[in-house]
T-cell receptor, first 112, second 114 residues
Framework: SQTIHQWPATLVQPVGSPLSLECTVE??????LYWYRQAAGRGLQLLFY??????ISSEVPQNLSASRPQDRQFILSSKKLLLSDSGFYLC???????????FGNGTRLTVT | GESVGLHLPTLSVQEGDNSIINCAYS??????FIWYKQESGKGPQFIID?????DKRQGQRVTVLLNKTVKHLSLQIAATQPGDSAVYFC?????????????FGTGTLLAVQP
C-alpha cells in the first residue's frame, strides 16, 4: 500500500534561517506531488505542485521554493525565513488526474 | 494566488441531526470535486468525491450534491455524531495544459453538540 512520510512534525526556526522540509511517497511511481500551507484557522493554500521529476509549478510567488530530485521525493525550501512563513505545511500526492489527494501529517513551522 | 479565505464559518448541530455543509466553487471548467475532513493538528482526510458528469453521489452516511449551473457543492452528513466534529473542506480540480491542481475552499467548522 502507498504511504506518505513528511518530516519533521514540528519546527521552530529563527527569522533569516534556511528551511528544508522533506516529503517522500512509497508504494507508487510517478505520483503528482503537492505542497500546501495552512495558516491557523484558515484554508489550504496551494504553494507548489509537480507532475514529474524536475517539473515544478509555483502557485504563489514568495519566499519559498520546491524541488523534486527523485520521483517520489518533494522538498520545500527557503534561503531566509520570514515571520510570515509560519504555518502548517502539508505535502500530498495522488497517482492520477481526477483522484483524491492523500495528505501527510504535516509540519508545524514557527518562525520566531 | 488561489483562495485562502477568511476565518472559518461554523455550523453547530445537535447529535443525531443531519448536517449540510455548502461550498461555492470558482471555475466552471472544474471537472472533479472532493470533500475532506480535517481534525485539529492533522492532515485532511478524504471523505467523498464526485465527477462533473454526476449530480449526486452517496457514501456511508454522507452524500455529495453537485449543481454545476450555480457552481455549488454540498456535503450532507446523516445522523451526525460527535466524532464528525472537524473542519470540512471542498476542493475543485482544475485542469488545462500542464495544469493539474486541486484548489481548496475556505472550510467550515462543524461542531456537534451532544
Amino acid at each position: 500500500s502507498q504511504t506518505i512520510h513528511q518530516w519533521p512534525a514540528t519546527l521552530v526556526q529563527p527569522v533569516g534561517s534556511p528551511l528544508s522540509l522533506e516529503c517522500t511517497v512509497e508504494g507508487t511511481s510517478n505520483p503528482n506531488l503537492y505542497w500546501y500551507r495552512q495558516a491557523a484557522g484558515r484554508g489550504l493554500q496551494l504553494l507548489f505542485y509537480s507532475v514529474g521529476i524536475g517539473q515544478i509549478s509555483s502557485e504563489v510567488p514568495q519566499n519559498l521554493s520546491a524541488s523534486r530530485p527523485q520521483d517520489r521525493q518533494f522538498i520545500l525550501s527557503s534561503k531566509k525565513l520570514l515571520l510570515s512563513d509560519s504555518g502548517f505545511y502539508l505535502c500530498a500526492w495522488r497517482d492520477r488526474i481526477n483522484s483524491p489527494l492523500h495528505f501527510g501529517n504535516g509540519t508545524r513551522l514557527t518562525v520566531t | 494566488g488561489e483562495s485562502v479565505g477568511l476565518h472559518l464559518p461554523t455550523l453547530s448541530v445537535q447529535e443525531g441531526d443531519n448536517s449540510i455543509i455548502n461550498c461555492a466553487y470558482s471555475n466552471s471548467a472544474s471537472d472533479y470535486f472532493i470533500w475532506y475532513k480535517q481534525e485539529s493538528g492533522k492532515g485532511p482526510q478524504f471523505i467523498i468525491d464526485i465527477r462533473s458528469n454526476m449530480d449526486k453521489r452517496q457514501g456511508q452516511r454522507v452524500t455529495v450534491l453537485l449543481n454545476k449551473t450555480v457552481k455549488h457543492l454540498s456535503l450532507q452528513i446523516a445522523a451526525t455524531q460527535p466524532g464528525d466534529s472537524a473542519v470540512y473542506f471542498c476542493a475543485e480540480n482544475i485542469r488545462g495544459g500542464a495544469t493539474n491542481k486541486l484548489i481548496f475552499g475556505t472550510g467550515t467548522l462543524l461542531a456537534v453538540q451532544p
